[in-house]
């Protein structure tokens, strides 16, 4: 423990945010940092627990508790407030591939496990978790750690998003030959082409790509597998196939007008905006623009905020979220919500925190749902109705939203995006290897084993267990290389 009572002489203090004015006039990140001083008085409020659930990493009623790459946090904490940053940055990298992506986009389960948190603030995880890595590319410690010896055996991964990449991390520590496919134009999956540069600097992304790359990871760019290689032909090429291609098909929206033009699912709209950004800053025009329009944002998770923040800083006229969830309260509700469980309490995002400072609101409608489009003779899209809702158990068990009646409303809308999840994976892959899939299309294969119904064929990450977290797709990528690596050599060492 770095001093006993840290916790009680020290308050919690996070890095202090550009202002939400000047920030959403670029794209660039929006976190300030601590000096080392206050990193190193943040590490002193952790308590080394003798149950440290910080690092418990497991799922309680639909949510995620601690740590799911069961990171060391009260050992760098310790090395930190030590002064050791050199020993914390092998102490975190031990349990995490990548800390700079989780410490730029995690929402931090750890923080919510905390057992500080039972009592006051949490310990400030996640920003020393970045801070530590920030250290460790600045002095020029992350270096390219080639295997010392090859087996030989060459393993395919499909994707390059959070799990993709960790599972060629660790089988290419391993020794393994390892190729990495991707059918967009460069390498990050969703790191890069579904996460905005304001939350995840896309440099940051690449100068990881470079560095395995320079371990010897060969990635192939704009190649599909299932379209320009066969999925039967990858097979037949590697000693070992592991498919990590997310899950991306998004959830069909399906009211009167939904055929209207300005309706758009939220990844086309964020993906067309980064390619553009990182292809020419913005001057090509190959994107959908919301600049001074009315814009809809239907869908209350990250991907809807992150559409938020887009179209502020393209310009929007209005911009308000729409959410069927209710309102938090401003406090955990230590009945149905108690720690160690991740606290669901009123909070604004970076997003909502720009549109307050913006338009003296929170663009975000609580309990609503949208019931219909309207549009103009040319068919595009000016408003939309909603009715407010309330979630009920009906005579069956099951938990149902019901409309409220006499609560009827109109907004005007001249962009709408649709960010109401995804529906698991694409299939022509699992088509075309007859691959096992469970209802909600998810390649099925058991958690720890993720070893599929096809010889040598292993899946991972959103592709595997639905969209979920980066933290958790990180942890299955790692879990699916050491499968892999005790398929192809009948023991493993990783972890």
């Known amino acids: 423990m770095s001093t006993p009572t840290g916790f009680m002489e020290y308050t919690r203090q996070i890095p202090a945010d550009r202002d ?11 976190h300030k940092h601590m000096s080392e001083e206050e990193l190193r008085t943040q590490g002193a409020r952790c308590m080394d627990c003798g149950t440290p659930y910080c690092h418990t ?9 601690g740590c799911p790459v069961n990171n060391l946090i009260p050992e760098w904490n310790n090395l930190i407030y030590r002064g050791l940053w050199r020993e914390a940055l092998d102490r975190l990298h031990k349990t995490n591939n990548f800390p700079e992506f989780t410490g730029s986009v995690c929402p931090a389960p750890c923080e919510g496990s905390c057992t500080v948190g039972l009592i006051g603030k ?12 920030d250290k460790g590319f600045s002095e020029g410690w992350v270096t390219p750690q080639p295997p010392e010896k090859r087996t030989g055996k060459k393993v395919a991964v499909v994707g390059s998003g959070p799990a993709g ?9 391993a020794g393994h030959l390892v190729t990495v496919y991707e059918r967009a134009d460069r390498i990050g999956g969703l790191l890069t082409y579904g996460i905005p540069t304001m939350k995840l600097n896309k440099g940051v992304v690449q100068r990881r790509v470079d560095l395995l790359a320079a371990e010897g990871v060969q990635f192939i760019t704009n190649t599909e597998i299932g379209k ?17 291609g997310g899950a991306t098909r998004p959830r069909q929206f399906k ?12 990844m086309d709209y964020l993906n067309t905006t980064i390619k553009s950004y990182l292809d020419s800053n913005l001057e090509d025009g190959q994107y959908i623009d919301a600049k001074d329009k009315h814009v809809i944002v239907i869908g209350g998770g990250d991907t809807g905020t992150d559409c938020v923040a887009t179209a502020l800083r393209h310009g929007c006229a209005s911009v308000t979220q729409f959410g069927t969830h209710a309102k938090a309260p401003l406090e ?27 338009y003296g609101r929170d663009p975000r409608e609580f309990s609503i749902m949208t019931t219909k489009f309207i549009g103009e003779e040319n068919g595009h899209v000016t408003a939309l109705e909603t009715v407010q809702i309330e979630r009920i158990v009906d005579e069956t068990g099951r938990k149902i939203y019901q409309p409220i009646p006499g609560t009827e409303r109109e907004f005007k809308a001249d962009l709408v995006l649709i960010a109401i999840g995804f529906d698991g994976a694409e299939q022509t892959i699992p088509d075309q290897l007859s691959l096992e899939t469970d209802r909600w299309s ?28 980066v933290v958790w797709a990180i942890n299955e990528g790692r879990e699916a290389a050491r499968e892999v690596d005790k398929y192809l050599m009948g023991s493993s060492m990783l972890p």
């Not at 990449?165 to 520590?173: E, G, I, R, T």
């Not at 320009?228 to 990590?244: R, T």
Request: aromatic share 8%; glycine share 6%; net charge negative.
């Open 165 to 173: 990449l960790a599972a060629a991390a660790q089988l290419n520590k």
């Open 442 to 469: 998810n390649v099925k294969a058991k958690y720890g084993v993720y070893k599929t119904n096809i010889d040598k064929v292993f899946t991972a990450g959103d592709m595997r267990r639905g969209q979920s977290l």
């Open 57 to 65: 990493g497991i799922e309680l009623t639909g949510g995620t508790s």
């Open 122 to 133: 949490p310990v400030t995880i996640k920003t020393i978790e970045q801070s530590i890595i």
């Open 255 to 266: 009211i009167d007008g939904s055929e209207l033009k300005g309706i758009h699912y939220a």
């Open 332 to 358: 955990r509700d230590e009945v149905n919500n108690p720690w160690p469980q991740f606290p669901n309490v009123y909070t604004l995002d970076y997003a909502q925190e720009e549109a307050k400072a913006l």
């Open 228 to 244: 320009d290689i066969s999925s039967e032909q990858l097979v037949n090429d590697y000693d070992a196939v592991v498919l990590c």
């Open 20 to 30: 939400p004015l000047e920030r959403i006039k670029d794209w660039e990140e929006f």
